[in-house]
């Protein structure tokens, strides 16, 4: 197991279409994680799983924001009617217990 | 007021140079705490958790103070390769579920 996989790499998409992106985790990790990260800011928290259950979603998620995560294994968060102000970095990470983040790469949106 | 403050700098150092960071978080209720580093337009990547005691991982050390509600991240003899932004992260569960809250960076570049 080779760490977190983030698909695709890179998005760009016209304003208003759907983009979907997926995540898959260390498969050991059971604590799955959507964050968000725009130039010189922090990772903003967006929702976590444990296992298949959502167990919390950022009240910054607008309801174009929805993310699953099937049978506990891979993740994936879909936006629709993309805005402008959707282009920034989409970060998984997956974890254990009190280890921290294991991060992916990242999948860089950019909305023209 | 932001949830989790860091100075951003740039600091600026010379190689060999000890530096250090602090990060101040309002949620007094915190229980698990983090450093993790992010070089340039890569993911986030666990330094060292935090620990009520205090603890150490070669060159580095970190600190936690809860009464006045700051963590703190020392860098002894620093090296080129330590030249990244430093992210301090809160987290309101002793177990690190759900949401954890990033702080913007603090930048360090360390100069021959």
């Known amino acids: 197991d080779t760490g977190v996989s983030q698909d695709p790499r890179h998005k760009i998409t016209k304003r208003g279409q759907n983009v979907t992106f997926r995540c898959d985790p260390i498969s050991e990790h059971n604590r799955l994680y959507w964050y968000r990260q725009t130039l010189g800011q922090g990772p903003e928290f967006l929702t976590y799983?444990?296992?298949?259950?959502?167990?919390?979603k950022s009240r910054l998620l607008s309801d174009r924001f929805s993310a699953e995560r099937p049978k506990g294994s891979f993740s994936t968060l879909e936006i629709q009617r993309t805005e402008q102000g959707d282009s920034a970095m989409y970060l998984c990470?997956?974890?254990?217990?009190?280890?921290?983040?294991?991060f992916g790469s990242g999948t860089r949106l950019t909305v023209v | 007021r932001k949830e989790v403050e860091q100075d951003p700098g740039p600091f600026n150092v010379p190689e060999g140079a000890t530096v250090a960071f602090n990060c101040t978080y309002s949620?007094?209720?915190?229980?698990?705490f983090f450093w993790y580093r992010q070089d340039c337009r890569k993911e986030p990547k666990l330094l060292m958790s935090?620990?009520?005691s205090g603890n150490e991982d070669g060159r580095f050390t970190a600190q936690l103070n809860r009464a006045s509600q700051y963590i703190s991240l020392l860098i002894r003899d620093s090296k080129l390769s330590d030249s990244a932004t430093y992210l301090c992260?809160?987290?309101?569960?002793?177990?690190?579920?759900?949401?954890?809250?990033f702080g913007d960076g603090t930048t360090l570049t360390v100069k021959p």
């Open positions: 935090v620990y009520s």
């Open positions: 799983f444990q296992n298949e259950a959502q167990l919390e």
């Open positions: 949620n007094s209720a915190s229980q698990s």
């Open positions: 992260v809160v987290n309101l569960y002793n177990t690190n579920a759900g949401k954890s809250t």
């Open positions: 990470a997956s974890d254990l217990v009190l280890r921290g983040y294991t």
